[in-house]
């Protein structure tokens, strides 16, 4: 299976001949706005909800009468909300970190090195790819209580930070990477770290992205492993943060919408820069089912 | 590309001394205790006050929703990551702490510091700190329900003010006139509000029971248990004096601690709540409510439910000793006298409730009901509990069969008849797991599982 | 030789620091999980450690609540060959050159990406029975077409838009505590929400993008051997489209089965606790809360297992029936 998608000319596509028709061109139209509209009138709900006064809530109409920029501010004095974005991103940045530097000497070492044992190893990291997360929490769960990393950065960070999806992955990369440059940095003396580092990752550029984007967005949203291990207030991550304003705080929900708004705003922002990269990503299996 | 990672990883270093830094540090110099408790805004000041007489310590709030509090806290404690002390908020509570080994037993130290549980406390409240007569916790407060009325909604009724003791049947004479419908008829505000979790209060009020007296079975499928639930459901289906479930979800309210029944009193929503003095702590902050207390109908004696927090020391913890103090301050005037005036419901020190202070807060002087408050709790019972099942299982069952009584889906005498017989496969498998248990349960019953 | 050598300590180099991990956060706990699920393990002691060999699997098999739940499971699965079918249909609307496609799919791509607790809360309030959007717009449509009036006059009890998260009705009629059907139960109601949640999150992600790409993948020539042939859009369709994103289809479904089994966990969580009564509960939901609200930690761990024992059955049909080319 080829590493990238063929790029494709709008003529050549399967069912472009008898699209042409009026009326059929007209009905793929409309159902892409049909669907566009679904999509968005929920988030639409969202931000204008998230702008009503608490009363205009109950009621029907959908533009808020009176616009209360002051919700934004007000999920900050209610719950520490700024403190829940801090903690998200840098948990998320340091996991991303660690997972693409380890996971991509793993895969250099599974990709390019030959050593004994190597294939077999391989399969046993495709094998626990199959395994439901749910299996692994509970004796993580008491290996931190163990290590008393309970309610922790690190009991956060470093169980997140070790993948074999992410070694899958770069591992593919790797392989569609011409051998004959390597051999040719050999013969001028390098050493396999010296390979990797300037030979190996900078071609890995994409595969880099593609699994830094999503390990960083797994995280960001990352929420049964958070919901056990965190229980202080200042080390709580977004997705809990938000579900204990929603549980303890009264059911306001327009600042519960605020909140979800300025949790969902960098994800738009990074889709939007990034959307080649994650839609070359998915199509590549980038993600796990 | 090396670089890029290099650059990156001083980021991240960086970010990690700035994460390490705006941690929550204790000041130099000072022992740290942390206490778990709930998020109640009250627990501040009591906090402030404990540091201020003592300032060698530096005591600190673990903030826990009560629900799920407790078995964290318990691993924790094991772990030897737990706080130094934690409050159990039922007798049940104290019973898993006390199994698991977590609580210390206190009976001598206490005693050694002047401070005499069972003669100083109300009565109601001693099996939430005393197991078997050994001393596990100090009770931090005692909760008796009472009936809050919202006088300005009353007058707009034309109502009077009702005043105990009254009959169910009186009750819901009232709670009828003071429904109001909205032009569509649907019920804006209703006569009565209630948590559903208040169900164990209802059974205690018709003379039910949930565990027989030594715990060892489940009797909440008898007549009088079943007759509450009956009537509680009744409240919302047969007499909609109650907001039913989807009636709840459709009152969006302001924020506060405390969230459901409180806010939506407090909006009005209702003219009459069933819910205990610590209510003030929410409602003091809602504007131009205007509130009386009367006591809650009953059926023959007065029974009410009696709850409340005890603090009980962590045994594991390398500060248990200096963890004292703080029990001895919640054996003491400051405490207490500073409970009663920020209504964390009612002191649990006995003589602390008969002084004028009580009676009348200079900073409230409009709560003229806190004898009320008081009286009641002369009739207050702890609630049952059974130390042969995990106290969570059993509610986990018990709520189960509630919420179906709850939404209507299911008729009360066969949801409370599959609750007992549930509750009591759960003891007999308790029981077979645990041959301590066993013995105990022989001992009482003569026999080694429930018929 | 020599260079065997280098390379093979070179390698451990490269491992070691992922190899660890994995050994202590993966490897590790899936035997040690298998380990405890022959044990009573409850975490805070309060019952005395022992093994218990088969005993949690037994006691397992006749847990109602766990039959009950492995519906519920089942049951939001129902929503996944509409979500694929919807997937399907838009990759194919899609990858005519229209203008503006890339907006399209970004638009249809966010919810997707942007799936987590801050949306379950949105859906949550979406499905309000009185001022969340989704009523309204069935109320407002009750209204204007008077059906209330109309079913009364027929003779029915009326009809009123559904409580959704509130209710424990469903579309099959499916009983909360028994395992059976009861012709007052049907209705929509909580696991109806969140499969509609579902298809909505879906039906733009991850299998439309794999879609399209399987459809830039058909070679023209069949296409256009076919319209020479003079066949239509629906021949086309069945004879080349369908059967050139088989392989496609095939992952998708497996891949969805998979994530079906193991999920509404989230959903549970965050939007209705388990609840009504237990019936959007599923497996997963189930372990956490033996695990982490009960502590029963051996018990938990058994189930994790079956579960894991479905999954690998399934993934086992895969390799055969799919062959490997699909992996890799």
Same mark, same amino acid.
């Given at each position: 299976m080829s590493a990238f998608p063929r790029e494709r000319s709008g003529?050549?596509?399967?069912?472009s001949g008898w699209w042409y028709r009026r009326g059929r061109f007209t009905a793929s139209h409309v159902l892409l706005v049909l669907m566009a509209v679904t999509m968005l009138v929920p988030f639409m709900w969202m931000v204008l909800a998230s702008f009503?006064?608490?009363?205009?809530?109950?009621?029907?109409?959908? *533009?808020?009468?009176?616009?209360?920029?002051?919700n934004y501010p007000n999920v900050f004095e209610q719950v520490s909300f700024a403190r829940y974005y801090f903690n998200s991103i840098f948990i998320a940045a340091w996991v991303t970190f660690l997972q693409c530097l380890t996971s991509a000497m793993a895969a250099y070492a599974f990709a390019r090195l030959q050593w004994r044992g190597r294939d077999t190893v391989f399969r046993l990291y495709l094998a626990t790819l199959? *395994?439901?997360?749910v299996v692994l929490m509970i004796p993580n769960y008491t290996l931190m209580v163990k290590l008393h990393l309970l309610d922790s950065y690190l009991g956060l960070i470093v169980p997140a930070s070790f993948s074999a999806f992410g070694t899958f992955l770069l591992r593919q990369f790797m392989l569609t990477i011409p051998s004959a440059l390597d051999e040719a940095a050999a013969i001028d003396g390098a050493s396999p770290w010296q390979i990797f580092w300037d030979v190996i990752m900078p071609l890995s550029r994409a595969g880099l992205v593609t699994l830094g984007i999503f390990t960083f967005l797994g995280n960001y949203g990352s929420f049964f492993w958070p919901l056990i291990l965190i229980k202080s207030e200042h080390l709580r991550t977004l997705p809990i943060g938000m579900l204990y304003f929603d549980t303890v705080y009264g059911r306001q929900t327009n600042l519960i919408m605020a909140a979800s708004v300025m949790n969902i705003i960098p994800l738009v922002i990074l889709f939007v820069a990034a959307q080649r990269h994650i839609v070359r990503g998915v199509q590549l299996g980038a993600v796990k089912g | 590309m090396k670089s890029f990672f290099a650059i990156t990883f001083c980021v991240l270093v960086l970010l990690s001394v700035v994460a390490w830094q705006i941690k929550p540090d204790p000041p130099p110099g000072k022992i740290p205790l942390v206490w778990v408790s =709930?998020?109640?805004?009250a627990r501040r000041q009591q906090i402030a006050l404990f540091n201020q007489l003592h300032p060698e310590y530096d005591l600190r709030l673990d903030p826990? !929703?009560?629900? !799920?509090g407790i078995e964290k806290v318990m691993l924790q404690s094991l772990a030897g990551v737990g706080p130094d002390l934690a409050d159990a908020f039922s007798p049940s509570d104290l019973d898993a702490f006390v199994r698991s080994g977590? !609580?210390?037993?206190?009976t001598e130290e206490l005693a050694e510091r002047g401070v005499d549980l069972e003669g100083e406390v109300?009565? !109601?409240?001693?099996p939430t700190g005393i197991r078997e007569d050994r001393v596990y916790g100090f009770p931090a407060n005692v909760a008796v329900d009472a009936i809050w009325i919202n006088k300005d909604l009353f007058d707009a009724a034309g109502e009077p003010y009702p005043e105990g003791p009254w009959t169910w049947d009186e009750f819901l004479e009232v709670a009828e006139r003071l429904n109001v419908r909205d032009a569509r008829g649907r019920?804006?505000?209703?006569g009565f509000l209630c948590d559903w979790w208040q169900w164990p209060q209802f059974i205690m009020l018709f003379g039910?029971?949930? %565990?027989?007296e030594d715990g060892t079975?489940?009797?909440?499928?008898g007549p009088e248990a079943t007759e509450a639930i009956q009537f509680m459901r009744d409240l919302m289906?047969?007499?909609? &004096?109650m907001p039913t479930p989807v009636d709840e979800a459709t009152m969006a309210t302001q924020g506060g601690w405390g969230s459901g029944t409180i806010t939506y009193f407090g909006a009005g929503k209702g003219a009459m709540a069933l819910g205990g003095r610590w209510w003030l702590c929410t409602l003091?902050? %809602?504007?131009?409510l205007n509130l009386g207390v009367v006591e809650i109908p009953h059926v023959k004696e007065p029974r009410y439910r009696a709850y409340g927090r005890a603090t009980v020391i962590n045994? %594991?913890?390398?500060?248990r000793e200096e963890a004292l103090d703080f029990l001895v301050y919640e054996a003491g005037k400051d405490y207490n006298d500073l409970i009663n005036r920020q209504a =964390?419901? &009612?002191?649990?020190?006995?003589?602390?409730? %008969?002084t004028p202070e009580f009676l009348r807060n200079p900073e409230h002087?409009?709560?003229?009901y806190n004898e009320v408050w008081r009286d009641v709790v002369k009739y207050g019972r702890s609630d049952d509990w059974s130390s042969f099942v995990n106290g969570q299982t059993a509610m986990r069952i018990l709520n189960k069969q509630l919420d179906l009584i709850k939404s209507d889906q299911k008729p009360v005498p066969k949801a409370m008849r599959d609750a007992a017989r549930e509750v009591n496969e759960e003891i007999a498998k308790t029981l077979e797991m645990d041959p301590s248990l066993r013995i105990q349960y022989y001992r009482l019953t003569g026999r080694e599982r429930p018929e | 030789m020599r260079r065997q050598r280098h390379e093979r300590r070179a390698a451990l180099g490269f491992l070691l620091p992922n190899l660890i991990g994995f050994g202590v956060f993966t490897a590790g706990p899936v035997l040690f999980s298998l380990v405890i699920s022959i044990s009573n393990w409850?975490?805070?002691?309060?019952v005395a450690f022992q093994w218990v060999a088969l005993r949690n699997f037994v006691e397992l098999l006749q847990d109602r609540d766990f039959w009950l739940y492995s519906i519920n499971t089942a049951y939001l699965m129902l929503g996944i060959p509409f979500a694929i079918a919807g997937s399907l249909l838009l990759a194919i609307v899609l990858s005519?050159?229209?203008?503006g496609i890339v907006v399209y799919r970004t638009l249809f791509y966010l919810p997707t990406f942007t799936s987590g607790v801050a949306l379950m809360l949105l859906w949550k309030a979406l499905y309000?029975?009185?001022?969340g959007a989704l009523n309204a717009v069935i109320n407002w449509w009750l209204d204007s077409l008077h059906l209330n009036e109309l079913v009364r006059a027929l003779g029915g009890g009326g009809v009123s838009a559904p409580t959704w998260l509130l209710s424990t009705k469903n579309m099959l009629g499916l009983d909360v505590e028994q395992i059976r059907i009861i012709p007052g139960q049907w209705g929509l109601g909580a696991r109806d929400a969140l499969i509609i949640m579902g298809i909505w999150i879906a039906i733009g992600g991850n299998n439309m993008l794999l879609y399209l790409a399987g459809v830039s993948n058909i070679p023209p020539e069949l296409v256009e051997a076919a319209q020479l042939d003079g066949a239509g859009r629906w021949a086309i369709f069945r004879n080349v489209t369908w059967p050139q994103l088989a392989p496609t289809t095939f992952f998708i479904v497996v891949m969805s089965f998979i994530g079906g089994l193991q999920g509404g966990f989230e959903q549970a969580r965050v939007m209705t606790l388990g609840g009504?009564?237990?019936?959007?509960?599923?497996i997963s939901y189930y372990i956490y809360t033996k695990a982490f609200?009960?502590?029963?930690i051996g018990y938990a761990a058994a189930l994790s297992w079956v579960l894991f024992s479905a999954i690998f059955v399934i993934t086992m049909i895969n390799w055969r029936l799919g062959g490997k080319e699909l992996h890799y």
């Open positions: 003529r050549h596509l399967a069912f009503k006064p608490l009363q205009e809530v109950e009621q029907l109409n959908p *533009i808020p009468s009176v616009w209360r920029f002051e199959m *395994i439901p997360g | =709930d998020d109640n805004p826990r !929703a009560s629900t !799920a977590v !609580a210390w037993d206190i109300w009565p !109601a409240i001693l019920i804006k505000q209703f039910g029971h949930i %565990y027989s079975r489940c009797v909440i499928d289906y047969e007499h909609h &004096v003091r902050d %809602y504007e131009g045994r %594991y913890s390398p500060r =964390d419901a &009612v002191a649990a020190v006995v003589r602390y409730n %008969y002087p409009e709560e003229d | 409850h975490l805070h002691r309060t005519q050159r229209l203008r309000n029975p009185e001022f009504p009564a237990g019936t959007t509960t599923t609200e009960e502590f029963q």
